[in-house]
């Protein structure tokens, strides 16, 4: 059998396993992307970017939520002991916290931006419900409880649509706030829905449960969840706090032509990152080895999907771009610098949800923690010397710093050899 059959039938063989996910995935990326594209004409450029950088905390507790909860309990419930409970539900009292805390954050943003009250309580409000349902997707996914997870991401996206085309046709007096309430609400009822999903865990959790996860794992998964995120999206800080939202605004649209992409792949790292620990504790090395390569092509053959979607965008909706309140050459430079990034992104989160599934935290958090201080410096230096769109180079720099140090540690072959 050739090489190119081989490789369709493990892209086939892949696709088939993740595409329940992947549905529930996809109606999220499409339904936030609708949003984004409704809201770009209705808000002013303040607005707008203070809405979009409200979706940047989110996304940002999702990885925090991840690191502390996802990825311990992708590998707590698949390295087969008797005695997972405690641990469990430790874990889950532990996102709950930090779902609270992902939301006061996001109302103190508000203030800070001098948005409307009621704005800046729904968007608190999103992003607690957000980063909620984000750790019990983690529980679900590490559980293979895969249809829930995909029904819930269907509640939301139906929600979200719904508000689009009342915001569309409804000519609102405050869309801004529409648009909070719509995600919140989404949010919500899908959270809800997933909560009362959960398949019941009996035994209890206390909070010291928690204390060897955070030795073992946990402080390092964090350590490396804050520094990637200021190697990919420092400069959304840096732009917003320097330059204010309305200068992050067109970069943030300019990124939507990326959305689909960026939304898939941490769902997919939840469905990849539990086979590979499962491998891994039986000493398959080689066979984990194989899952991340298998990751890979499937995450490429998305981003090809993707550029295949933006470019006819690009070409079919000129003339609705050139009418935007953003100069589409700018538009347009900013979305081939956001190529190159998840281009880099893309070749990368495979090789670390590899390192991850084996357990070595530390040095996949030091990659981040070298590569983030390019990226801040770089960006800062640009965005006051050149533009805040530029400031993407940043972010590239630091793409290509951590990405070579993550290629290196994956060639160290002791590191899969004995898991931390």
């Known amino acids: 059998m050739t090489k190119p059959v081989l490789l369709l039938r493990s892209v086939a063989a892949k696709a088939s396993r993740v595409s329940l996910s992947m549905a529930g995935t996809l109606a999220i990326a499409g339904s936030n992307f609708l949003l984004s594209l409704v809201l770009i004409p209705l808000l002013v450029p303040a607005d707008y970017g203070f809405f979009i950088f409200g979706q940047v905390l989110t996304a940002f507790s999702y990885s925090i939520v991840n690191a502390m909860g996802g990825t311990p309990l992708s590998i707590t419930l698949n390295k087969g002991t008797p005695d997972w409970q405690p641990e469990y539900l430790a874990i889950m009292k532990v996102d709950a916290i930090l779902s609270v805390l992902a939301g006061l954050i996001a109302i103190g943003s508000g203030f800070v931006f001098g948005m409307p009250l009621p704005v800046t309580l729904f968007m608190g409000l999103f992003t ?3 980063a909620l349902r984000w750790g019990f997707r983690c529980a679900e996914f590490a559980r293979h409880r895969v249809k829930t997870t995909g029904l819930s991401d269907v509640i939301y996206a139906c929600i979200v649509v719904t508000g689009c085309v009342v915001m569309y046709f409804g000519h609102l007096a405050d869309t801004l706030l529409a648009a909070s309430i719509t995600v919140a609400t989404a949010a919500s009822l899908s959270a809800v829905y997933l909560w009362l999903s959960l398949e019941k865990v009996g035994g209890r959790g206390r909070l010291s449960h928690y204390a060897e996860v955070w030795k073992g794992q946990s402080r390092w ?5 804050v520094t990637t995120e200021m190697t990919s999206n420092g400069h959304a800080y840096l732009v917003t706090f320097m330059a204010g939202p309305q200068a992050f605004a067109p970069i943030a649209v300019a990124a939507l032509f990326w959305r689909p992409l960026t939304v898939v792949l941490p769902s ?3 469905i990849e990152r539990p086979i590979m620990a499962r491998q891994l504790a039986k000493g ?3 066979g984990a080895r194989a899952t991340a390569r298998s990751f890979l092509r499937i995450v490429l053959t ?3 999907g993707n550029v295949v979607l933006a470019v006819a965008v690009a070409l079919v909706f000129h003339d609705k771009v050139a009418s935007l309140p953003y100069e589409a050459s700018t538009l347009y430079t900013a ?4 190529f190159i990034v998840v281009l880099i992104q893309s070749m990368r989160i495979p090789a670390s949800s590899l390192i991850q ?5 530390k040095p996949l958090a030091q990659t981040s923690l070298i590569a983030a201080p390019v990226t801040m410096l770089v960006a800062a230096g640009i965005i006051y010397t050149v533009s805040p769109i530029a400031s993407i180079v940043g972010i590239i720099a630091g793409e290509v710093v951590m990405t070579a140090l993550v290629f290196r540690l994956t060639r160290r072959k002791q590191l899969f050899d004995q898991p931390a």
């Open 302 to 304: 998305i981003l090809a």
């Open 268 to 270: 997919l790292m939840l």
């Open 128 to 130: 607690f419900a957000a």
């Open 357 to 361: 599934a084996a357990r070595q935290f």
């Open 284 to 286: 398959d090395v080689d």
């Open 335 to 338: 979305c081939s610098l956001w």
């Open 221 to 225: 998964a964090l350590l490396g969840v």
